[in-house]
């Protein structure tokens, strides 16, 4: 991996993305107040990123860029692929390459700039970049070049960044209801029984929090009996179970008839399985007691069912768009 760029143009509105300013206050600084700045033959102002950067250091100015030195220029590149035009091909390679060199905590930091963008919604990044990054990470291992060491801290990179998204200022509260509050819908999300992989039913965990949903996750490999128990306890409106290869449809079907065996009529739920394939592979018949079953290969399908399906229902604001 190469390092700095610094050959690399910005023009005055990247300019003042980076530095957190209005494009007018960029061009106030570059006529005359230290932002050195080339002109095109059409007037237009261009930057170097290693100028906008020495000049935010010299200014006392943070920008996102700063804890990825020397790879500024990479990560910026990457940024503007993945906001611009939904490419994430550059945030993948350049996440890979920091593992296989042994710096998973940069993982961790560009997957949280990825996620904090105002313009990606996290159905984009967890289909578009965390998803493929976890594929291509697995791939690499079966190859030999990463360790089974590495691939775990792969995961643990993007369950850390994954987790600082998870809203914090409301805590499970049994007494909502009694309170006058409304209650809000209550999900349990795990992973499906055998399956280890969490990065999938995380990222569905987050995205029921920041839609408003109370979760409770029992995490990876969770027996399907404790999927029932935990709806029954805690009165949830949704049970989501995410899959990974080489889970078949077969499985799922298990499942599903072991969840129907447990089910109870006075405690109803919508039973949601989701993974990469999932509906290639399950075929589900017959007279399932549930509200319904659903099969969803992507987060942003996920996310446009729960706010369609149950946004008018209860009564939430759609915090999060897909």
């Known amino acids: 991996m190469q390092g700095y760029n610094s050959e690399l143009f910005l023009t005055t509105s990247e300019t003042a993305d980076l530095l957190g300013v209005h494009p007018s206050t960029?061009?106030?600084?570059?006529?005359?107040?230290?932002?050195?700045?080339?002109?095109?033959l059409g007037g237009h102002r261009r930057i170097y990123l290693r100028t906008a950067l020495s000049f935010a250091e010299d200014r006392g100015i943070d920008t996102f860029l700063t804890p990825f030195a020397p790879f500024e220029s990479h990560v910026w590149l990457a940024m503007r692929d993945a906001v611009h035009h939904e490419d994430f091909q550059r945030v993948r390679s350049l996440a890979l390459g920091w593992l296989i060199r042994g710096y998973p905590r940069r993982v961790t930091a560009l997957f949280q700039e990825l996620i904090s963008r105002p313009d990606l919604s996290l159905a984009q990044v967890c289909?578009?970049?965390?998803?493929?990054?976890?594929?291509?990470?697995?791939?690499?291992?079966?190859?030999?070049?990463?360790?089974?060491?590495?691939?775990?801290?792969?995961?643990?990179?993007?369950?850390?960044?994954?987790?600082?998204?998870?809203?914090?200022?409301?805590?499970?509260?049994?007494?909502?209801?009694?309170?006058?509050?409304?209650r809000r819908p209550v999900a349990v999300v795990g992973a499906m029984e055998g399956d280890h992989h969490q990065i999938g039913s995380m990222c569905i965990r987050v995205l029921l929090e920041r839609l408003g949903w109370q979760v409770f996750y029992p995490g990876s490999n969770t027996p399907t009996e404790e999927?029932?128990?935990?709806?029954?306890?805690?009165?949830?409106?949704?049970?989501?179970?995410?899959?990974?290869?080489?889970?078949?449809?077969?499985?799922?079907?298990?499942?599903?008839?072991?969840?129907?065996?447990?089910?109870?009529?006075s405690h109803p739920y919508a039973l949601v399985f989701g993974g990469s394939g999932v509906r290639s592979e399950a075929v589900l018949s017959g007279d399932l007691p549930f509200r319904s079953v659903?099969?969803?290969?992507?987060?942003?399908?996920?996310t446009d069912w729960v706010q369609n399906i149950w946004g008018a229902e209860s009564g939430h604001p759609r915090m999060e768009s897909a």
């Open 127 to 182: 289909d578009h970049a965390i998803q493929p990054f976890m594929a291509e990470v697995g791939a690499a291992w079966r190859e030999g070049r990463l360790r089974i060491g590495e691939e775990h801290m792969a995961s643990q990179a993007i369950l850390e960044a994954l987790i600082q998204f998870s809203p914090r200022n409301r805590l499970e509260d049994p007494e909502e209801s009694a309170n006058g509050q409304r």
């Open 26 to 40: 960029v061009k106030r600084w570059a006529d005359g107040e230290g932002l050195d700045a080339d002109k095109t």
């Open 227 to 265: 999927f029932a128990a935990l709806q029954r306890a805690r009165g949830a409106d949704l049970v989501c179970i995410s899959t990974s290869p080489p889970a078949t449809g077969a499985n799922i079907r298990r499942a599903v008839e072991l969840l129907r065996e447990y089910y109870r009529p």
């Open 294 to 302: 659903d099969l969803f290969e992507s987060a942003r399908d996920f």
